[in-house]
């Protein structure tokens, strides 16, 4: 599985984005998908995930209520809807594939490149 993450970029504070991921490959629905975010010189953190039929999602407390992942099986995507933007939202974002339905990044097992999201105060 090929991933492939978009949609940054600099927004405001209280402001809004929507982060797409666009996996490639036959077998989008054995999937679990995670977003993370990591800044520089610090630990990946996970963000949320969505569960293979997109009806589970669990999130990170520093973005429930404010972010909202979703899937198309239809279309083979993968969003972030990320609302009520904060500065410390600032960092690269990436979105990871895996089998199994958690929280770690050692358990996804294909990673996009980042899309770096831009909070000014």
């Known amino acids: 599985v090929q991933l492939q993450a978009s949609g940054g970029g600099l927004v405001q504070a209280g402001g809004s984005l929507r982060l797409s991921c666009a996996p490639s490959?036959?077998?989008?629905?054995?999937?679990?998908f995670g977003w993370f975010r990591q800044a520089p010189g610090k630990e990946c953190e996970f963000v949320g995930v969505?569960?293979?039929?997109?009806?589970?999602?669990y999130y990170a407390a520093s973005v429930k209520g404010r972010f909202t992942i979703s899937r198309d099986n239809a279309k083979n995507m993968v969003y972030l809807q990320m609302n009520s933007l904060k500065p410390e939202d600032t960092t690269v974002y990436y979105c990871?594939?895996?089998?199994?339905?958690?929280?770690?990044?050692?358990?996804?097992?294909?990673w996009g490149q980042g899309t770096l999201v831009t909070v000014s105060s």
């Open positions: 490959g036959r077998t989008f629905m054995n999937y679990v």
């Open positions: 969505i569960g293979w039929s997109g009806t589970t999602t």
């Open positions: 990871a594939a895996g089998s199994n339905y958690g929280n770690t990044w050692s358990g996804y097992e294909y």
